[in-house]
């Protein structure tokens, strides 16, 4: 418990006593989320080793043991450790972060104990405490307001809706809820569930029973493992029975097979993907981006649909006035939240408190009628109390009005949710006082009696009135929440709500963050579709989504989403919609409604209210400064600056991962293609081998897997923002990828094979090694086939990726050693070449270098001929 004592607050209870506390607690738990179990680092590591072609390079690694291939065993072991400790460090890394971020938070409660306010760790209230709220307050558990002045709650992290709420006891909004924020007023209200037995507990436990998920990376990769140990294990076994059958020697047919599925397996795989997704994460905390898994941004830059919240997602959640209405002008109001760096203008002019007479005692009684206060910290502005009276107080200070001195405020007659209006009693700067009031603008209207003007006042008839009113509704038409003013003289000292002088109207709404509309542009001109969920009005929503480009051809809000069937909702998705008044459990039948359809489903949000939706998604996005715990926790990517734009970045570092995987995989397995036609071929016309164990250990590992991670590392294409959405079930290598690796695979054996032949009457040792760097060098020069899919080198540009350049350099000078390096000519069992034999390998190697960019070329100025781009189909 903090032992922090405050002074006593008047209030005529006295709470619990410390031993009831005590006794209750031992009944009820502490007030927090029951946590999830967490995996502990050594279950993360172990899961590291569950892929199946780890699995097959483990039994390798073994039957090399076995057999006293040591080297072999060794280079196995390197690679499987170097998979585990990667994706190890990485997702132990982002479970850090993630910790950080929450242990930064300490929430704590103003309670009543044995008779005195303590502040207390919010932990350990329980239920029957009486709680003090003030404005600004999280509150700290579910509670019944027992004693409020102009209590307003909000409510935004649990409903999604964007105003307040009043609160007052004995009312039918009584009740207060944990996470939940005190937006005006103060309260003392008595606990009644805390924990998991809150409401904010409740949908926490619903996004508990969401099942684990696996991303569409992962699904891919998983098929292809299996598919490549199946056909390694199948082939392996066929060549061992033929060669048995043959007569051939048992260990060394053994020793071909444990080569032939080594050959076909890809050993660089899992450690060039994890090395490859792992620097692409990393790449994205930079841009403000921490991905949870390390397949999570991949997934996102699969996704078809963004289900999107909007309060404080698609906008800033703070209110803003971006109207003010008078009977005889209308003045437009610019800048975004509580910086009150716009202006006001009125028929494109900007004007202020000095010019307009009755704009100034606009601003006046927005800036006196008010409990909410401006104040600069550092370069920005912080606004402390109620959003919509902060609003107010931000449209005076862009109209340059003066401030009201701090004792200006003689009485009040505070808002409550009977009333819909507050008013207070001022000292006037001419002497005197008179009434200033603000509120819903039909109760403010009903206590006038005559409306400002340019030229005065004048008497409020049924024209002005029937005037204000139209006004009124059109502004709320348009999304916008719209607040009345008045002013008048006082009577005496007291406040007399009658025979004022209406000013005007200022409409509010919460703005759309200025960097949404492009991010969302840039989403559907990806063939993303942008839906928007939310649990705020129709009328709101409708309003954002019109000024951010998403004009619903159908809004369709929580209560007609219930009685819609599944097929119902099903064929509404196929259009553009707009879902408002939503709760949690529609959220997640939304999501559950696309998945149906085979679409990958991004979730985007930052309330427990979310928190459902982002674990069931195929893609969670929360937000990492105002996000809740719950929704972190349910989510696979979290934005570090709650920027909505960071999302559409975020979708092309995933393009590029997904598109960099398809080509390192393609590479990997062309390369081994060629490796397993060549010692295929020269086994059944009976020759020694042409490749030793250890030599294809080398390709693979060392030569083939500097490479492709290197390849990993390829920029995004020029145009990988202007396709359409890969399919979900789109294969990483695919029939066009089959017949490249085919057909490279197809050349480079048999080019090994016959360089082989060709040297073998000499020195078998030599015609072994000329084959083995003929092999190297042909897989190195067929890696700019695969630097894109569909573009040629030059196109992309040729030193776009300075890494690739380096690790040819590097593996090839490896090879060069591996060639005239005594210590590597006994682990690889080579012989020095000469001058002819390498002038052999350079002219088998142009092919591989001139075709496939012909082929590229040719279809690059093809596809532009026919006024479009020629896109991979695999």
Known sequence: MADTEQQGSGLALTGLTQQEAEAARRTYGWNELPRAKRAGPLRVFLRQFSNFLVVILIVAGIIAFTLGEYADTLAIGLVIALNGVLGFVQEWRAETALESLRSMLSPQALVLRDGRERLIAARELVPGDLVILEAGARIPADAIVQEAAGLRVDESALTGESVPIDKAPGAEAAEVHAGTVVAAGRALAEVTATGAQTSFGKIASLTGSVGLKKTNLQVQLGRLARQLGFAALAIASAILALGLYMGRDVAEMFMTGLSLSVAMVPEGLPAVVTITLALGAAAMVRQQALARRLQAVETLGAASVICTDKTGTLTENKMTVTQVWTLD????????GYDPAGHIAYDGAVTGAKEDAVLAAILEAGLTCTHASLHREGDHWEMTGAPTEGALVTLGYKGWADLPPPDSVLAEIPFSSERKRMSVLVRSRSGGAKVLTKGAPEQVLRICSQVMTQDGPRSLGAGEAAAITAAYEAMAGEGLRVIGLAAGAARGE??????????????????????????????????????????????????????????????VTGDELEALEDAGLSQLLQGEVLFARTRPAHKMRIVSALQAQHQIVAMTGDGVNDAPALKKADIGVSMGVRGTDVAKDASDLVLLDDNFATIVRAIGEGRRQFGNVRKFVRYLLSSNAGEVIALLINILIGGPL?????????????????????????????????????????????KAGLLTILALGLYTGLASLWLFLHLLDGNEDLARTAAFTAMVIFEKASVFAFRSLHLPCWRIGFFTNPFLLAALTVTIGAQVAAVYWPPLQALLHTVPLQGDQWMLIGLLVLPILLVPEILKTLRYFASRRQGGRAVAQA
């Open 329 to 336: 002008r209308v003045y437009q109001v610019t800048g975004t």
């Open 494 to 555: 007291v406040i007399a709500e009658e025979d004022l002088t209406f000013l005007g109207l200022a409409g509010l709404i919460d703005p759309p963050r200025p960097e949404v509309r492009p991010a969302i542009d840039a989403a559907r001109s990806a063939g993303i579709r942008v839906i928007m969920i939310t649990g705020d009005s129709p009328l709101t929503a409708q309003a954002i989504a019109g000024q951010l480009g998403l004009p619903p051809a159908r809004t």
């Open 690 to 734: 042409i490749f030793l164990a250890t030599q294809i250990l080398w390709m693979n590992l060392v030569t083939d897997g500097v490479t492709a991670v290197a390849l990993g590392l390829e920029k995004g294409e020029p145009d990988q923002m202007e396709h359409p959405p890969r399919r979900k079930d789109t294969p990483i290598v695919g």
